[in-house]
């Protein structure tokens, strides 16, 4: 059954569109909660073939979500929580990044405003497949914990299925 919460994904990188792909394929919310930048043409290809909702910019899908997951490489990590600093305020930033550098302390050191973060670091077991470990701040509310995991740990399945 699908989550029934507001999901904007927001970023860029190689897993930026396998989190729209993987969200949208196993229907981990209703097609049309999740809002994505016009700008963002990786995102809106990957959306391809469903109604989600397109927004003017990465601020306006922002705006719009309770959940806001921002992928990126770690090198890119910091400017696109920079884009969103001054607006994510009562929202759950969920940060999707393959470096054990973008923790809690990194997110709250660039977005001052937000309260609730989840860091979720990509790792590879030994066999090659991923998998996400969890960093969670106290203020999260702990009903949007598990719609949080479902969105990153879509993702890995479906990479995980594709090889």
Do not use: W
Not at 34 to 54: D, H, T
Not at 83 to 93: T, Y
Not at 128 to 157: N, W
């Amino acid at each position: 059954m699908p989550q029934n919460v507001m999901v904007s994904v927001i970023g860029e990188g190689e897993y930026m569109p396998k989190m729209v792909r993987a969200i949208l394929s196993r229907e981990v919310i209703p097609s049309r909660n999740l809002f994505v930048s016009a700008k963002n043409k990786a995102a809106c290809q990957a959306a391809e073939g469903y109604s989600i909702s397109i927004c003017e910019d990465d601020l306006s899908a922002l705006i719009k979500c309770e959940i806001a997951l921002v992928v990126a490489p770690r090198r890119e990590m910091s400017t696109e929580l920079a884009r969103i600093s001054g607006s994510a305020q009562k929202r759950v930033i969920v940060t999707v990044c393959d470096s054990e550098q973008i923790n809690l302390a990194f997110i709250e050191e660039r977005i001052t405003t937000a309260t609730e973060f989840i860091a979720a670091v990509l790792h590879r077991d030994e066999n090659g497949k991923l998998y996400a470990t969890y960093e969670i701040s106290q203020k999260a509310r702990l009903f949007l914990h598990q719609p949080c995991r479902d969105l990153v740990d879509a993702m890995c399945a479906m990479i995980n299925e594709e090889g």
